[in-house]
C-alpha cells in the first residue's frame, strides 16, 4: 500500500512513523516542501522542544484546549501524554517534567527529539523526500489520490494520503477545493504592546498572580504576569490571547485590560488591607513599602498613578486616596493597542473545520482515504506542550488508520 504524508513535521513524522511501524507492507512517503525536515520541532521551547505536558487526565487535559476540546477527549484516552512519554522512552529519549508541568527531554536539546523521529523514521522504512512541494491533490480512480510534486507532469498514484502540512495557506485552498470548509485563520499566542506610563522602565518585572479581564468580552485569564519593552507577556497574556484569538482579532488588537494584580481579591478586600498597612506601618512611606507580592518598582508606579507623593506615609492616607490606590492595585485598565509575536511559541487558531474529521481515524468525513492531523486542523492550545501533544496524539492515531487494509 502506497501511503503519503504531505509535510515532514511533528504530526507528519508521527503519522508516518506509527503507520510503518504497524504494516510493513506500507510504504510511506513523507513529502516535505523545505530543505528539512521538522524545523519547528528543532526551534521550539526556545530550542529545548516542550514535548508534552505532565497532565494525565484527559478531561483535565482538553481543558487547555481553546479550540478543539470537545473533539480531543476519545483521542486523548487513547494517546495522551502518559503514551507519548513511553513512546519516546522507549526509543531511548527519557523526559523530564518542570515545575509547572511542562515537560523536556532531559538533554534540554530539540535536537534529541529530531534525532530520535528521524531514526524511527528511517528504521521503519519511511521514504523523506525534502524540497518537494506538493502543488496539486485530486482524487483518482478506486478512491486513490494522485498528487502533483513540484511541477511535475505525472502525477503520483497514492492508496491514501494524509495532510499534515501546518498552517498553510496553499493546502488550505486545495482542501477547500475537496469540499473542505476551512475556519478562517488568525494567530494565536501573542503578547500585548501598551505604552502604558505605569509599565515604563520595568521591563523584566512580573507579578506572580494576576487576573485579567478584556472589558466588553467575556475573557478573562488568571496567572503570572510579565512586563516587557513593549507591554505586557507572561502566562496570564499567553492564555488570554489563545483563548481570545478570534475576538482579539476582530477587535484589531485594541481593546480595553483591567487587571486585579492581587489575583482574586475584591476592591473591598484590598482596600481593607491597605487600611490594616496603614494602621501596622504607618511611619513608613506608601511608595516604599508595597502591597504583598507586588514588586516594588511597580509599586511605586502604581502609588504615582493614584496620585500618592513618595514621601507621603501610610499614616497621611486619607479615604480618597485609599480608594484609587485600591483601584490601582485590584482594577487596573490599560489600554491594548497592538501584539507581538511570543519568540518562544506561537500557533494559528483555524483550519479545517472539525466536524469534517471523524477524530476515531481523523480521516476527513468529506473524502475518504484522506487524513489529517496537527494545526492543519482547527486545533490549538495555550503554551506549555499541549501543541506538539495534539500533533502526536493525531499523527499517531492516523498512521494506525492509515496502516489498516480496508477489506
Ligand atoms: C517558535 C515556535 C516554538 C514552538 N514551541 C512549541 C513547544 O515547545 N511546544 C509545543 O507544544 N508547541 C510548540 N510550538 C507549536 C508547534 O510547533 C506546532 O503546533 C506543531 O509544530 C504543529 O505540527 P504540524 O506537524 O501540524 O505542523 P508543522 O510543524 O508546521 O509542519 C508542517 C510541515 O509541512 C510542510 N508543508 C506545508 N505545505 C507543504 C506542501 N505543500 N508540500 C510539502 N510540505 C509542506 C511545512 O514546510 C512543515 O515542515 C511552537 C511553535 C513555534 C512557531
Redesign the pocket.
Known amino acids: 500500500m502506497q501511503i503519503a504524508i ?7 513524522f508521527f503519522a508516518a512513523i506509527n503507520c510503518a511501524e504497524a504494516n510493513p507492507d506500507c510504504r510511506v512517503t513523507i ?4 530543505k528539512s ?1 521538522l ?3 528543532r ?3 526556545g530550542g529545548r ?3 508534552t505536558h505532565a497532565c494525565f487526565d484527559a478531561r483535565a487535559l482538553v481543558q487547555y484546549y481553546p479550540r478543539g476540546q470537545r473533539e480531543l477527549l476519545g483521542p486523548f484516552l487513547r494517546f495522551g501524554p502518559a503514551e507519548t512519554i513511553a513512546w519516546f522512552e522507549q526509543r531511548g529519549v527519557q523526559l523530564k517534567t518542570e515545575a509547572d508541568g511542562r515537560m523536556f527531554p532531559t538533554t534540554d536539546d530539540s535536537g534529541t527529539i529530531v534525532a530520535c523521529l528521524q531514526r524511527a523514521a528511517q528504521q521503519a522504512g519511511v521514504q523523506v523526500m525534502t524540497s ?4 496539486h491533490i485530486a482524487p483518482a480512480s478506486s478512491g486513490a489520490w494522485q498528487l502533483q510534486i513540484n511541477g511535475d507532469e505525472r502525477p503520483r498514484i497514492f492508496q491514501k494520503l494524509m495532510i ?5 495557506p ?2 488550505w485552498q486545495l482542501l477547500r477545493g475537496l469540499g473542505h470548509s476551512i475556519v478562517e485563520p488568525v494567530p494565536s499566542l501573542f503578547t500585548f504592546n501598551t505604552k502604558d506610563t505605569r509599565l515604563r522602565d520595568l521591563s523584566g518585572v512580573s507579578v506572580p498572580d494576576a487576573a485579567l479581564r478584556i472589558t466588553g468580552t467575556s475573557l478573562s485569564a488568571r496567572g503570572p504576569l510579565l512586563i516587557t519593552h513593549w507591554g505586557l507577556s507572561g502566562p496570564a497574556i499567553l492564555r488570554i490571547s489563545a483563548w481570545g484569538a478570534r475576538q482579539l482579532y476582530d477587535l484589531n488588537y485594541r481593546f480595553p485590560l483591567e487587571i486585579n494584580f492581587t489575583g482574586d481579591k475584591k476592591i473591598a478586600e484590598i482596600q481593607e488591607e491597605l487600611l490594616r498597612l496603614k494602621t501596622a506601618q504607618g511611619k513608613k512611606t506608601v511608595a516604599a513599602h508595597p502591597y504583598p507580592d507586588i514588586p516594588l518598582r511597580f509599586w511605586q508606579q502604581l502609588t504615582a498613578a493614584a496620585g500618592i507623593r513618595p514621601e507621603l506615609r501610610w499614616a497621611d492616607l486619607d479615604k480618597k486616596t485609599v480608594q484609587a490606590l485600591a483601584e490601582q492595585t485590584g482594577a487596573a485598565t490599560f489600554q491594548i493597542a497592538g501584539k507581538s509575536t511570543f ?5 494559528t487558531a483555524g483550519g479545517v473545520f472539525l466536524k469534517e474529521v471523524d477524530f476515531k481515524t481523523f480521516e476527513s468525513r468529506l473524502q475518504p482515504n484522506l487524513y489529517l ?4 486542523l482547527d486545533i490549538d492550545a495555550i ?1 506549555g ?7 502526536w496524539t493525531g499523527g499517531w492515531i492516523a498512521g494506525r488508520a492509515l496502516a489498516e487494509v480496508r477489506g
Open positions: 504531505i509535510g515532514g513535521g511533528a504530526a507528519g513529502f516535505e516542501r523545505g525536515v524545523e519547528k520541532v526551534i521550539s521551547g522542544c516542550n514535548v518537494s512541494r506538493v502543488e499534515a502540512s501546518g498552517s498553510n496553499a493546502i519568540k518562544e511559541e506561537f500557533v492531523a496537527g494545526e492543519v503554551t506542550g499541549f501543541n506538539f501533544q495534539a500533533a
